[in-house]
C-alpha cells in the first residue's frame, strides 16, 4: 500500500541559548526519524516528555521547520512549498492539540472559531459555511445550536470536539492529534476517543497519535513508533509490540505502566541512559523494527 | 459510612462528618466536601480517588486546615493524633502542619522556595521544628535526600531548585516533608506531573519510605492504577462524597457502585481498534451539583428513588466494603414497584 505520509530522515535541532556559564549549543530533538503512515490507520507515536514526538508532529505539518530530512504527503513534497503553497495543503492535513483550554480562542463564538478555516480557504458562502458548520458540530456530538456560545461555556470534552470539528471542516486526510486527551478526565477521555475510532470509520481518517498513555495507545492504534532522546527505538504493530518489546528503553517503559490488579505487580525492567547508543533500526520480526 | 469509623485503636487520623463549602459569587453556599468519613490507620495506605471537581483535593486541604475564602469547614471532625484538629488554636495546628503530617504536591515548584537551596530549606524545616541544627542539620538534609534516592546528595543539597529535573524535584519535595518525621504523609497527585517511567520510581520510593519511616499515607489521585499498585483500601468520591469504599482488592474484583464500575470501564485496555466504555456526561459543577445521588443524571442503573434523595451509605459483601447506591441499599419510600 502506498503510504499517505513518508517522514524521512527528519532532523530539528533547536539553538540552546548561552547561560551564564554555558556557550550556546544546538540540540537535536528530532534525530534522524523515519517512518510511514499508511492510509486509514492509526500510528502511534510514543514517548516520555523531552523524546521528541511531539516536535515530530509539528516538524511533518510545518508549524515549525525542520532542520533536515523529507516530509512527503501523498506526492506532494511538504519541505519544499512555499508558504503560499503551504497554506492550501494545510487543508489535508490538520492538527489536534492538548489543551482545549488555551487552544480556542476565548473572545471567539465557537461556531465562528470552526468557521475560520472555511473563510480563510475561500470555501462556500456565507450560507453554506454556516450550514456546514452546524453539520459539524452534529458530526462531533454537539448541540448545533451551541454555536453562538462562547469556549468557556463548554467542559474540557465539549471543547475538544470543538477543536476537532475545526480540524475537521476541511476534510483533510491526515489528523495530528497531539495528546488529544490527556488534559480530560478519564470518564470523559473514553467518549472522545470512541469519537475520534468513530469519525475514523466514516471518514476515512488516518491518524498519526501522538501520546504518552501506553494503555490508550495500544487500544486505538495500530502500529506504534517508540521515541527515545529525539529517536525511534522501535516500531511494530500495536499488539506486537505490547507482547515483545525488542528494544531495552521499550521493556522498560512498558514495565512502568501501573499493573490494574492489585497484588499483581510485576517487576520493574530498569533501563540506563547512559548505555544508549544511537544506532539504526534493523528489522527482527514481520513489520517490527528495532534499533537494537 | 458506619463501619468505617468503627475504627481500632490502631487509627491515626479519623474524618468524620466532614462538611467545607464555598460561597458562590451569586451568594449561595456550594458544599465541595459534603459529609466524608474516613480513617486511616497507622502505616496504612489509603486511596481517595476521584476525577477533577470531585472534592478529593479540597478534602485533603481541610484536614490541615488550609481551605482558602470562600471556602470554609462548616461541619464536622478530624481526629488526628487524639486530637480534633477543627478545634485547635491556629499556634499548636502550626506545629501539626508539617510537623506530624506532611505534604507533597502534584506541582514541586509550589512546595520549594525558588530562590534557596534544597539543603538550606530542609535545613530550615529542621530548625523551625527544633530537631537539629547546624553541621547536624546539613548531615541530616544530606541523608534525607539520600533516603529519598537523591543520586550524589551532598553535591544536590547545594543546588536550586531549577536545577534539578521534575523527578528530582517531587522527590527534593518528598525530603522536605519528611525531615519532621511526620506520621502522616499526604500526598496530592505525587506523581501526576510526571513520565511514567518516573512515575514508577516515585511509587516505589513512596513504598518503602512507608516502611522505614513507619508512616501512614493518604494518597489522592485520579489514577487507578496507581491505586491498584499503592492503596490498602480505596474511598471513590464523587461530587464531594464518598459513593464506595473497600480493600483495593474488592474494589477492582468487585466494585458496587456503577460510577466505580463506569472508571474502571473506561479505562483503557482492550484490543487494539475497539470503542472504550465511556461514562455518558460530565462531572457536574459546584452549585449544579443534583439532588439526590450526584451521579444519578451519569448512571445507566437509576431508577425512581435516585434523583429524591442521597442515599445512604450502606454494606455490600467484602471487608468493610460499603457503596452509597440505590441499587445496594432500601429506597426511602417510593420504592421500585411504585411505578
Known sequence: ?292 | MANIVTASADTLLRVEGLRTVFSLPDGRDAAAVDGVSFHVGRGETLGLVGESGSGKSVTALSIIRLVMPPGRITAGRVEFEGRNLLELAEEPMRQVRGRRIGFVFQEPMAALNPVYTIGFQIRETLMVHGLARGEAAKKRAIELLEAVRVPDPARRAKEYPHQLSGGLRQRAMMALALAAEPSLLIADEPTTALDVTVQAEVLDLLRELRKTFGLSLLLITHDLGVVAEMADRVCVMYAGRIVEHATVADLFRAPAHPYTRGLLASIPGGRSGERLVAIPGTVPALGRIPRGCAFAPRCADRFEPCDKAVPETTPVAGDGHDVRCYLHSPAPVATRTSS
Open chain 1, 1 to 292: 500500500m502506498t503510504p499517505l505520509l513518508q517522514v524521512r530522515g527528519l532532523v530539528k535541532e533547536f539553538q540552546a541559548r548561552g547561560g551564564f556559564f554555558r556557550k550556546a549549543a544546538g540540540v537535536r530533538a528530532v534525530d534522524d526519524v523515519t517512518f510511514d503512515v499508511r492510509p486509514g490507520e492509526t500510528f502511534g507515536l510514543v514517548g516520555e516528555s523531552g523524546s521528541g514526538k511531539t516536535t515530530t508532529g509539528r516538524c511533518i505539518l510545518r508549524l515549525i521547520e525542520p532542520t533536515a530530512g523529507e516530509v512527503m504527503f501523498k506526492d506532494l513534497n511538504v519541505r519544499a512549498l512555499s508558504a503560499s503553497e503551504l497554506r492550501r495543503a494545510r487543508r489535508h492535513f490538520q492538527i489536534v492539540f492538548q489543551d482545549p483550554y488555551s487552544s480556542l480562542n476565548p473572545r471567539m463564538r465557537v461556531g465562528a472559531t470552526v468557521r475560520e478555516p472555511l473563510i480563510i480557504h475561500k470555501i462556500g458562502t456565507r450560507d453554506t459555511q454556516q450550514a456546514r458548520v452546524r453539520e459539524l458540530f452534529e458530526l462531533v456530538g454537539l448541540d448545533p445550536a451551541a454555536t453562538e456560545k462562547y469556549p468557556h461555556e463548554f467542559s474540557g470534552g465539549q471543547r475538544q470536539r470543538i477543536g476537532l470539528a475545526r480540524a475537521l471542516a476541511l476534510e483533510p486526510s491526515l489528523i495530528v492529534c497531539d495528546e488529544p486527551v490527556s488534559a480530560l478526565d478519564v470518564s470523559v477521555q473514553a467518549q472522545v476517543v470512541n469519537l475520534l475510532l468513530d469519525l475514523q470509520k466514516r471518514l476515512g481518517l488516518t491518524y498519526l497519535f501522538i501520546a504518552h498513555d501506553l494503555r490508550l495507545v495500544r487500544q486505538i492504534c495500530d502500529r506504534v513508533a517508540v521515541m527515545y532522546r529525539g529517536r525511534i527505538v522501535e516500531i511494530a504493530p500495536a499488539e506486537q509490540l505490547f507482547a515483545s518489546p525488542a528494544h531495552d528503553y521499550t521493556k522498560a517503559l512498558l514495565s512502568a505502566i501501573p499493573h490494574m490488579d492489585p497484588g499483581q505487580r510485576l517487576p520493574r525492567i530498569p533501563f540506563d541512559g547512559a548505555t544508549f547508543a544511537p544506532v539504526g533500526l534493523r528489522q527482527v520480526a514481520e513489520g517490527h523494527f528495532a534499533a537494537v
